[in-house]
C-alpha cells in the first residue's frame, strides 16, 4: 500500500477515551505482572493507532495548505490534541504508581519512566485551553508563511521557489530576490510580531501554572531533557563562542575574498562566482541516483529506501500550498517513516533529502520496538542520525555533483561550521525572551541583534531596514513551532563532525557506530546514546577544541579560490 492509499478516518476521541480509561483501569487493577504487561501492551496499540491518524492527517495537510478537508482535520487535531495528552498523562502516572514497575523497567527500560516523570510536569488538566490556543497560533504562523506569494521575474513564486535566485551568481539578482522575501516578512512583521507575543505570553501563563518560574524550565521538560540542563548549554555555547566563531569568521573572509567584494551583505550568501554546485539533473534524477547510493552504502539502507520508494513515502518537491521546511515523520500503524521537504534546484535538495533520510533510516531500524517512546529518540539525539548521515553519503557526492563535487563538499563542510555559531544564537535568543516575558517586539529584536552581533559579527545589513531592527529570525520557524529545539541542531552537528573525523579514519568502525545509534532510537536519554556510540558529549570541557582543529586543517587545505 502506497502512502497515498492508507485510509484516513478522524478518530473518534470520545470512543478512545472509553477504551483507553477501561484499559487503563485494568492496568491499575493488575493481579499479575502478565496482566499488567498485557494491559501495558494493550494500551500502546491503541495510541499508536490515534497518533497515526494524527500523523496522516498533518503530512497531507502541510503538503497542501489549501486543501479544506486537511485543514479541517489539522484544526481538530489543534484543539484536540491537548485532550489526548491529559489521557497520555494519565498513562503516565499509572506508570510510575504501579505495582509492578520495577519489573516493568525491566523489560522495557527505565528511559520510558524518566520520560514519563519529567511528562509529568508538563501538564495539569487546568492547561488544556492555553494548549489549544497554542497549536492554533503555531499553525496561523504556519499557514502564513505558507501562503506567500511573492512575484519575481513575472511568475508568483513560494518561499521556496524564490531560494535559488538569492543563490544567483548576479548579485543584482540575488539583492532583488532577498529584497522580495524580506519584503514578504516585513509587510507582515506586525502580525507575526502578534503571533509572537502572544506564544510567548501564552507559554509564560502555561508555565506558572504548572509550578514554574518560567517558560525555559517547562520547555526542557517538554523536550525530554532528563540529563541536563540550562547550565550545560550555556557552557557549550562558550565552547562555540571560543573556538568556532573564529574559525567561522576567518570562513566568512575567505568567501568575502572569493567573492571579490569589499564587504559581504545581506543578499551575498553565495559562496563561489562560478556559481554555487547544483545537482545536476531534476528531482526524479536525484532520487535515482539516492536510490543506487543506498544500495551502495549498506544492506539496510538499500533494504530502508526501497521500501520508501515502493510505498510512496517522499513528498519532495516545492509547490504552491505546500508548507515550507523539510522534515520526516512516522507512522505507526503502518510501520512506515515518511520524508516532506521542497526542493528548489540548489544543493540543499541534496542536503535536506540525506538529511531527512537520516531520520527516517533511524525510525526505520527502530520501527519494531513495542513503546512508541522509543520509536524515535529525543530530538537532540534524533538530529545526530540525520546531520551524520548528510556526512556518510559524502562518497557518493560526484553522482549527483559531477565535476562541482569538490566544490561541494567544501561547501558543505564550511556551511556546517558557519551553520553552529546561528543555531546557538537563536538558542540564546530564546533563553532571554523567555526569561524575560514582558519585552515589546522591539526589544526582542533589539536583543535578537545583540546576539546576532556577538555569534555572526560579520552580518552586514546595512541596507535593509528590516533587517537592521532585528527580524532575521522571523523566518525561523523552530522559534515558533518547536521553542528551544534549535539548539539540537548544534548539538548534534558536533556528534556528526565526529562522525566525519573517525570516518576518515575507518569509516567501517564509524558505520558500525552509526547503525548501533540508529537500531538503540529512544530508548535511552541523549547523553547515554552519545556514550553508547562512543562518541565525545558536546558539553564535555575541551569536545568541540578535540575536533574544529581537523576540520579548520581540512578547510585549509582546499584551495577554494580555485573551485
Not at 149 to 155: A, K, L, M, P, V
Not at 185 to 193: I, P, S
Not at 490 to 511: H, M, P, S
Not at 514 to 526: I, P, Q
Request: hydrophobic share 40%; aromatic share 14%; with cysteine.
Amino acid at each position: 500500500m502506497k502512502f497515498q492509499e492508507y485510509p484516513y478516518v478522524r478518530p473518534d476521541l470520545a470512543a478512545f477515551e472509553s477504551r483507553f480509561r477501561a484499559l487503563l483501569d485494568a492496568f491499575e487493577r493488575a493481579e499479575s505482572l502478565e496482566s499488567a504487561a498485557a494491559a501495558f501492551e494493550a494500551i500502546n496499540d491503541a495510541r499508536v493507532e490515534v497518533s497515526s491518524m494524527f500523523a496522516i492527517a498533518r503530512i497531507r495537510h502541510t503538503i497542501d495548505t489549501t486543501d479544506p478537508y486537511y485543514k479541517g482535520e489539522q484544526e481538530f487535531i489543534d484543539e484536540q490534541s491537548p485532550v489526548y495528552q491529559g489521557l497520555i498523562t494519565d498513562f503516565y502516572k499509572a506508570l510510575i504508581a504501579s505495582t509492578y514497575r520495577p519489573q516493568l523497567e525491566a523489560q522495557w527500560g527505565r528511559q520510558l519512566f524518566d520520560a514519563a516523570e519529567l511528562a509529568l510536569k508538563t501538564f495539569d488538566p487546568s492547561i488544556v485551553e492555553e494548549l489549544k490556543e497554542e497549536n492554533k497560533k503555531v499553525s496561523e504562523y504556519i499557514k502564513l508563511v505558507a501562503s506567500a506569494r511573492i512575484e519575481f521575474d513575472g511568475e508568483e513564486r513560494t518561499l521556496s521557489q524564490l531560494a535559488p535566485f538569492l543563490q544567483s551568481t548576479d548579485r543584482a539578482t540575488r539583492k532583488r530576490a532577498a529584497d522580495a522575501r524580506y519584503a514578504f516578512f516585513e509587510a507582515n512583521e506586525e502580525t507575526v510580531d502578534a503571533i509572537y507575543d502572544d506564544l510567548v505570553k501564552l507559554r509564560t501563563n502555561i508555565a506558572r501554572k504548572l509550578g514554574y518560574r518560567d517558560f525555559t524550565a517547562l520547555a526542557y521538560a517538554r523536550m525530554d531533557r532528563t540529563d541536563y540542563g540550562p547550565e550545560q548549554v550555556a557552557a557549550f555555547r562558550k565552547q562555540v563562542l571560543e573556538h568556532i566563531v573564529p574559525v567561522a569568521s576567518a570562513l566568512h573572509e575567505r568567501r568575502r575574498v572569493r567573492l571579490g567584494l569589499d564587504k559581504l551583505r545581506y543578499y551575498d550568501g553565495i559562496s563561489f562566482l562560478s556559481g554555487d554546485p547544483k545537482p545536476k539533473g531534476d528531482p526524479a534524477w536525484i532520487v535515482e541516483r539516492a536510490k543506487a547510493m543506498y544500495a551502495d552504502m549498506s544492506p539496510e539502507t538499500n533494504e530502508f529506501f526501497e521500501f520508501m520508494l515502493e510505498g510512496g513515502l517522499m513528498d519532495l518537491e516545492s509547490k504552491k500550498g505546500k508548507r515550507v521546511g523539510g522534515y520526516c515523520s512516522f507512522i505507526g500503524t503502518h510501520k512506515a517513516p515518511f520524508i516532506f521537504s521542497n526542493f528548489n534546484g540548489t544543493a540543499h535538495d541534496v542536503d535536506v533529502l540525506t538529511h531527512e533520510a537520516g531520520h527516517a533510516f533511524q525510525a526505520y531500524l527502530s520501527r519494531d520496538f513495542a513503546v512508541p517512546e522509543y520509536i524515535h529518540p529525543t530530538l537532540d539525539a534524533c538530529e545526530i542520525h540525520s546531520m551524520s548521515m548528510e556526512f556518510f553519503a559524502w562518497p557518493w557526492m560526484e553522482s549527483f555533483f559531477l565535476e562541482d563535487t569538490a566544490k561541494y563538499k567544501f561547501s558543505h563542510l564550511a556551511g556546517a561550521i558557519t551553520f553552529i555559531p546561528y543555531g546557538v544564537a537563536v538558542d540564546e535568543f530564546q533563553h532571554v525572551v523567555y526569561a524575560n516575558p514582558e519585552m515589546t517586539p522591539a526589544e526582542r529584536k533589539a536583543a535578537w541583534r545583540d546576539i546576532e552581533r556577538k555569534y555572526l559579527p560579520n552580518r552586514d545589513y546595512d541596507d535593509m531596514p528590516f533587517l537592521s531592527r532585528g527580524g532575521f529570525w522571523h523566518q525561523q520557524q523552530h522559534i515558533f513551532k518547536s521553542p528551544f529545539y534549535y539548539i539540537d541542531y548544534t548539538l548534534a552537528q558536533i556528534c556528526a563532525l565526529q562522525y566525519w573525523k573517525r570516518a576518515n579514519d575507518d569509516r567501517g568502525e564509524a558505520w558500525a557506530s552509526y547503525v548501533k545509534l540508529c537500531r538503540a532510537g529512544g530508548s535511552e536519554s541523549f547523553t547515554s546514546l552519545v556514550r553508547l556510540a562512543g562518541l565525545r558529549s558536546p558539553f564535555e570541557d575541551g569536545c568541540v577544541s578535540s575536533i574544529i582543529g581537523d576540520i579548520d586543517g581540512w578547510l585549509r587545505g582546499i584551495d577554494d579560490k580555485a573551485l
